[in-house]
């Protein structure tokens, strides 16, 4: 104690200046906190919870976490270039695919980017919402929805996510729903989210509208295809909904459906031409006319003859195809399996 008095005494340490030293290093360990963990706040915020209550229910703040709630956050401000940059390196986890998938659709590159990544089959295109899916992962499951202009499931998955979240309330939702009611031009509605937020929305909703069906189709849970095709019959010119369909189709491994869907042409990729020529292949219809017909690439056709060769003299194994036809359809279709 002695050596310490005469410590303090030396440099004028006195128990104000301890306290406030203290008070400047927890101040910054706060800021540093709230800096690191923002989008976790944010997200908190924004369903009115503090950062006790977040932790309670989802959780300490960590990396992951943070990462999870950015994705969140960015794509309901409409900064797709974010999301893309976030989800860049593939963390194999389902909601790092479905924003992912989102951001390169619309940047309109989800055909050519979708087997680059992990897919965990047509769950991480559009978020199931079914006994045992969680609620964050409900009120995430209508932002494709509206992006691609359904409106209907849109309204659907955010009134759940609302009833499924512990506070029941938060402007995520109120904003989502007061856009839709712009959508549906339900000025009532419009003014009652409005009231819930305490403010005026911008006009983010006028892109949407345009891909909005002109009638009210209501869809049961799973019916996904359905919905999807009720969208280009309303607007045929919806390239997102119409890619949407495609690889919902593909994904699935539904080759039948993907050609009854497919338009030659309307949207040209490397994807789309190796799913016409499994479907050739196996229907034995496979030939410079058909080809021709479905405007399939000579070097698809060559890869696919290669790919053709491989498979027999490696007995099908799946580590060697891997190596060299990872990100083909072809290998999707032959080893893919959900959950891996």
Sequence with gaps: MF???KIMKKYKITPVRIAFGAMIILACAIAVFFVRFRNYIAFGRSIDMSVVQMWRVYGAPSSEKEWMFSLIVESENGNWSKVAKLTKRDRHLQIGTYYHNLAMAKQGRLSQELLNYYQPMEEGLLLPIKQGTRPLFVSCAGEAWYQIGE???AEHSTMLGLAFTATQSGKRFYRRLAQIA????????????????GSH???????ILPFAPKTDTVFLAG??????KNLLESNPNNIMAYEYLLCYDLLRKDIASFIEDYVPGKVKSNLYDEAVLLYLAGDRLLSEVMMDKYGVSKQVYNNFRAYGDAYMISNANKQKMKEIYGNTYWYYFHFAKKDE
Excluded: P, T
């Design 3 to 5: 050596f310490l008095d």
């Design 201 to 207: 929305i911008d006009d983010s909703w006028k892109e």
């Design 223 to 228: 019916q996904n295809r359905l919905a999807l």
């Design 182 to 197: 712009h959508i549906n031009g339900d000025s009532c509605s419009v003014k009652k989210y409005e009231n819930l937020l």
């Design 151 to 153: 409106i209907i499931m």
